[in-house]
């Protein structure tokens, strides 16, 4: 079955450091990939997505590349800050159908200053 | 714009005893709805979905039941908590593919 495999955390960072997220995954056909974010205590917001290969999803300065060939997905953000301390997960899901999403077990990030 | 609601925010319940939480949805009309779990330190496990009113899916055979009475209202519930349904209930709902999650509930079954 579909499965998305994430880095272990947690990672720690200092300030200013660029950030790198590797995402994997194994699908069956074209998913659509998702890049959320839980703050501490908070639900799940979305950050990027991706729907086809090649596509580039960003927002906030996070970016991650839909790698069909790599079957990857890896966040990044060239300048982090302590306010992206938070657990990242990277998912995937099917068009049409009740579009389940399948989440990766999360990534946690501290980033100190 | 969409908003999603749940409550209540924190839930400390003994063994043996009753849930419900609830979730509503406002400014969209006949959404996909799903309640996921997270337990501590771990991923989301799906739990159930509805594409309609009194339409239930279950992904995982629980102590737990789900209900949709009206379009944009979820219900989880149980009749008797378990020590391990203990965890951070989400609501989600979707629309054109992307799935939005509530603030969340977080249960302690003691």
């Known amino acids: 079955g579909d499965s998305v495999t994430q880095m272990e955390g947690p990672v720690t960072l200092s300030e200013e450091a660029f950030l790198t997220i590797n995402c994997t995954y194994t699908?069956?056909?074209?998913?659509?990939l998702f890049w959320y974010v839980q703050y501490p205590g908070e639900g799940l917001q979305l950050l990027l997505k991706?729907?086809?290969?090649?596509d580039k999803g960003s927002n906030k300065g996070f970016e991650a590349t839909y790698r069909k060939e790599t079957t990857s997905f890896h966040l990044e953000k060239g300048s982090v800050q302590v306010s992206d301390s938070a657990v990242y997960f990277c998912?995937?899901?099917?068009?049409?159908?009740?579009?389940?999403?399948?989440f990766g077990a999360g990534t946690r990030l501290a980033v100190h200053p | 714009s969409q908003t999603i609601h749940q409550w209540p925010a924190t839930l400390v319940q003994p063994v043996g005893s009753p849930l419900s939480l609830e979730c509503t949805v406002e400014?969209?009309?006949?959404?996909?709805l799903y309640w996921y779990r997270q337990a501590a330190g771990r991923g989301l496990q799906l739990l159930f979905y509805?594409?309609?009113?009194?339409?239930i899916s279950s992904e995982v055979p629980q102590n737990l039941s789900a209900s949709r009475p009206q379009d944009r209202q979820f219900i989880l519930s149980s009749k008797k908590l378990l020590l391990s349904d203990s965890g951070f209930y989400l609501c989600?709902?979707?629309?054109?593919?992307?799935?939005?999650f509530g603030p969340g509930t977080r249960l302690t079954v003691l």
């Open positions: 998912a995937l899901s099917h068009s049409g159908g009740y579009n389940k999403l399948i």
């Open positions: 509805s594409v309609g009113i009194g339409q």
């Open positions: 699908a069956t056909g074209y998913p659509s």
């Open positions: 400014g969209t009309s006949n959404p996909n």
């Open positions: 991706a729907t086809k290969a090649d």
């Open positions: 989600a709902w979707s629309v054109r593919g992307v799935q939005f």
